[in-house]
């Protein structure tokens, strides 16, 4: 056992000379995730403590599961479990497919300018601010807004939709789709780029049309991309961005808008429980970390593709 140690710290001593500028280059990451990721994770101990700052974490009270529990039979907790669910399950259905569509047929594009426009046209939304981008969402909407004129030419009743519960969830997704499309894209730009050339021309060769190429030459080679972009998507799926739910949403739309990320975010900085919206935060990482495992082995599974 000594002699594979010996070796193996050989090994590594022996690369890290070899490497060493690499190593240095990556010691301002690791120096990130140590500081700002795992750090802070000794905190999720105020989840099972009745956490009261003037005590500190080590002084305030053990309480066990008390906010779990708390939680799991409060009136929130179905409400804002489904909505979470939900509208990750209508991003995952309709916003990550949108931007392989768009990769797809920007790669079919000829036109080099045009390609170029396409890119950046739908490039830029994701650039702008989100507190601008739900300004405009905001102004669109609202009673004299643009599409809400448009769509009482229509027949609509002329409300502001983002007082409407049930028009939360659309307007939120179509608005994801829009600012995140082409920023997406690339990863499967860059993958398409990366597909032999010599396949397309013995395709051609054996008389394959642009579609047939599609299907059996280009999804096929972005395949174990989509397939880590998947998995990394439903690890994160309870994740949805409070900051957008909030600057959007209102009282009148909790009941579908409210999710585990904004309740999370009331409790602890509104309402100063902090201990509660620790729980809520580790019980909604746990979840994750359970998702994220269990699509890898799938994946692995069946397409070979995983990220361990």
């Given at each position: 056992m000594h002699a594979k140690r010996q070796t193996l710290g050989s090994r590594l001593v022996r690369d890290f000379l070899m490497n060493k500028?690499?190593?240095?280059?990556?010691?301002?990451?690791?120096?990130y995730y140590i500081i700002f990721h795992y750090a802070p994770?000794?905190?999720?101990?105020?989840?099972?403590?009745?956490?009261?700052?003037?005590?500190?974490?080590?002084?305030?009270?053990?309480?066990?599961?008390?906010?779990?529990?708390?939680?799991?039979?409060?009136?929130?907790?179905?409400?804002?479990?489904?909505?979470?669910?939900?509208?990750?399950?209508?991003?995952?259905?309709?916003?990550?497919?949108?931007p392989i569509i768009l990769a797809l047929l920007i790669n079919e594009v000829r036109h080099k300018m045009f390609k170029r426009v396409v890119q950046t046209i739908t490039y830029m939304p994701y650039f702008?601010?989100?507190?601008?981008?739900?300004?405009?969402?905001?102004?669109?909407?609202?009673?004299?807004?643009l599409i809400n004129r448009l769509f009482v030419s229509m027949g609509y009743d002329g409300q502001a939709m983002l007082q409407k519960p049930e028009?939360?969830?659309?307007?939120?997704?179509?608005?994801?789709?829009?600012?995140?499309?082409?920023?997406?894209?690339?990863?499967?730009?860059?993958?398409?780029?990366?597909?032999?050339?010599?396949?397309?021309?013995?395709?051609?060769?054996?008389?394959?049309?642009?579609?047939?190429?599609?299907?059996?030459?280009?999804?096929?080679?972005i395949m174990p991309t989509i397939a880590i972009m998947l998995i990394l998507r439903i690890g994160n799926m309870l994740n949805v961005g409070f900051e957008k739910i909030i600057l959007l949403y209102n009282p009148v739309t909790y009941e579908t808008a409210d999710v585990i990320s904004s309740f999370v975010y009331r409790k602890g900085l509104l309402e100063f429980g902090w201990s509660y919206s620790a729980a809520v935060g580790l019980f909604n990482s746990v979840i994750n970390l359970a998702l994220l495992i269990t699509a890898n082995y799938i994946s692995r599974r069946v397409s070979k593709n995983s990220l361990w």
């Open positions: 500028y690499l190593y240095l280059m990556m010691v301002p990451v690791l120096v994770m000794y905190g999720a101990v105020i989840a099972f403590k009745n956490y009261a700052p003037i005590k500190g974490i080590l002084g305030s009270d053990w309480v066990g599961l008390k906010h779990f529990a708390d939680f799991f039979n409060s009136y929130y907790f179905e409400r804002i479990l489904s909505n979470t669910l939900l509208i990750s399950l209508n991003s995952l259905i309709f916003e990550f497919p949108a702008i601010s989100l507190v601008v981008i739900c300004g405009i969402i905001t102004d669109f909407t609202n009673a004299d807004g028009l939360f969830r659309p307007i939120y997704i179509l608005s994801e789709i829009w600012q995140r499309i082409g920023w997406e894209s690339i990863i499967y730009i860059a993958a398409l780029m990366s597909i032999d050339q010599e396949q397309y021309e013995a395709a051609r060769m054996d008389g394959a049309g642009r579609l047939k190429q599609m299907f059996y030459i280009t999804l096929p080679g």
